[in-house]
């Protein structure tokens, strides 16, 4: 069972081809800090290599055959790629599903308020935080604003080297005796995270001057007004770069590798694959992980199920029937990462049984928590398959669970695509400091994640 760190079978070429790789997706995480932008950068991957819009092609009622190439971007927060197979696709898919959403503070709807000469932004956090990583943190706005009629404007300030920032701030440890003494989830209250973002008042008026001033800077800048907040989507997310972390520089410290270092990874397997494969290749990035896949956007919809029997409709072929046994034929791997073990915290690890960063793409039979409850739990025979396939193809893997039995737990995608009776398994890079703003990875594990999944296409 002993597990060889991954990074002492790496020669000079393939270490080369590593750090290529790491720098690639560095500058993919940084373009990508919402669903939306993730989803956007996977379009520009798909359409410089080739890829063409199935919305289009289902528009034109044009045909597909074998080894065509197609994407489709839904409500522009999920994305799909496909390259189709020499097979019918009712004999199934091998299929990468991993999501592009990320724990992170939105802002509300009616989000604006003055208090005591301060302006502040209203927020409510989205996914599993702890609150107080948040405080005392650069923080950038990213998303849109929709008006109401229907212009779009684009939003993504704190990024740029001249941009502003934006905060919520922290008690100072000198009045912070009370603070101190709370537990961790009630060291700040979730409505008290909110974002300063502007003090300076407006000379002409009297009643909340600054937010006033603040306004006037939003209807100057960006041509948007207090009611234009209402059908925007905007979220608050560590502001600056992701970064090589280490003196040996084998690990990247960076916002949402919480799933964008599976996604990533995913999406290129499916785009660098050559030639025509013998089953349809799929890589289907998701949104709503974080929030249980709810929502049109998430794996709990259809828009996945629908998308296959469009796929199916433009291979000649219209029938449900075909579209349920492509779907319950196919091979999946939920790429979502594990929880790395931590030296620091290894109490809540069962070690045998923990991912370790440099041991390569970690394999999690079963999630869940406790008793396995809300777990796919993977087949012994499909699990079998996995382990054949990454050992005949060179690559460093591991298996794991998420911390000891009764500690916690989390979950993935994986349930709601095995509701179709396909096999599937989780399938990822480990996480130090998962959910927490700043997250770090290893390097190795990413490529050996991108070669696992490679791997499995050829399947």
Sequence with gaps: MYRKNAWKQYDENERAKLNAFAEAYKGYLDASKTEREAAASAEKICAAAGFRDMDALIASGEK?????????????????????GARPLETGMNILGAHIDSPRIDIKQNPVFEDDGLAYLDTHYYGGIKKYQWLAMPLALHGVIVKKDGGVVTVAIGEGEDDPVLCISDLLPHLAQDQMSKTA?????????????ASAPDPDEEKDPVKAALLK????????????????????????KSRDMGLDRSMILGYGHDDRVCAYPSLMAVVDHEGTPEHTLCAV?????????MGASGMNSHFFENTVAELSALLGDERELAVRRALQ???????????????SYSGVFEKKNAA???LGVCFNKYTGSRGKSGASDANAEYMG????????????WQTSELGKVDVGGGGTIAWLCAKYAMNVIDCGVPVLSMHAPWEVISKADLWEAYKGYRAFLKL
């Design 356 to 358: 370790m960063l440099n």
């Design 329 to 343: 034929n196919s091979r999946m791997l939920s790429s979502d990462v594990s929880a790395g073990y931590d030296p």
């Design 185 to 197: 989830s009630k060291f700040i209250d979730a409505e008290a995270l909110n974002i300063l973002i």
């Design 385 to 396: 398959v996995v382990r054949r396939v990454m050992d005949e193809a060179g690559v460093c």
């Design 64 to 84: 597909l055959k074998a080894g065509d190439r197609v994407y489709r971007k839904w409500m522009n927060k999920s994305f799909m790629a496909f390259v189709v």
């Design 285 to 293: 990035l998701t949104d709503k992980e974080e929030i249980g896949s």
């Design 217 to 240: 800077v939003l209807e100057r800048d960006y041509g948007v007004g207090e009611e234009d907040f209402i059908s925007a989507e905007l979220e608050a997310v560590p502001a600056g």
